[in-house]
């Protein structure tokens, strides 16, 4: 079974400075993953896919299949990075359903 | 412009009555998706849709249906609300293209079982 692990529950941070959230899953195969974001009462939204390999708001995410990890990063954060951030992965192939990580809660202080 | 709506965006219930939460979206995905959001647990999935006519069940499926007549919706029915039951729902659909594969949430709907 697929499972994602997200260390921290909560990060704080102060503006400016670098941020990294960790995420670690477990998968045998050749997974799929996904940053999704929360701000305030918002829905969750796409930040980034790791085969995309993109910088949104700043932000990148590498796939290190050798240690099964997909951190996030962002070298210097802003007050509207603040938000919950979720690890999720697909295993792939016709699955199409995302196992969610448990959400690292980021704030950042001005 | 495409999106996915869901209704209520907040209920109260009471123990034991029959609930349903609407989802209905505009993309044309085949794959539709029900979570619940609760603190230190994050997204488990309850059901999920590959298509009309196909259901199945998630990590946390006991208590809920679903059913999938139509492209567009998949409500959720809790059969007898249950006080565990309060959380917030969030409803997702996506693509089977490969490379577009990532879940559009809806804005949430959130339950409270008294």
């Known amino acids: 079974a697929q499972r994602v692990t997200q260390p921290e529950k909560l990060l704080s941070v102060f503006k400016g400075a670098p941020v990294e959230l960790k995420c670690n899953y477990s998968y045998s195969g050749s997974p799929e993953l996904f940053w999704y974001v929360q701000y305030s009462r918002q829905r969750l939204q796409l930040l980034l896919r790791?085969?995309s390999r993109e910088s949104i708001k700043g932000f990148t995410a590498d796939l290190n299949k050798g240690e099964t990890s997909f951190h996030l990063k962002k070298p210097f954060a802003q007050e509207e990075d603040s938000a919950m951030y979720y690890c999720?992965?697909?295993?792939?192939?016709?699955?199409?359903?995302?196992?969610f990580g448990k959400g690292t809660l980021l704030t950042v202080n001005p | 412009d495409a999106e996915i709506t869901q209704s209520p965006r907040h209920k109260i219930t009471e123990t034991g009555r029959q609930v349903t939460l609407a989802c209905h979206q505009t993309w044309n995905h085949n794959n539709m998706f029900w979570y619940r959001q609760d603190l230190g647990h994050g997204l488990r999935l309850i059901h999920y849709?590959?298509?009309?006519?196909?259901?199945n069940k998630g990590e946390v499926s006991d208590g809920y249906s679903v059913s999938r007549s139509n492209t567009e919706d998949l409500p959720l029915t809790l059969e007898s609300a249950a006080s565990s039951q309060t959380s917030v729902y969030f409803c997702?659909?996506?693509?089977?293209?490969?490379?577009?594969?990532?879940?559009?949430f809806g804005q949430g709907t959130r339950l409270t079982v008294v």
């Open positions: 997702a659909s996506s693509e089977t293209r490969a490379g577009a594969t990532e879940a559009f």
């Open positions: 790791h085969i």
């Open positions: 999720a992965l697909r295993s792939g192939g016709s699955n199409y359903k995302l196992t």
């Open positions: 849709s590959y298509g009309v006519q196909d259901t």
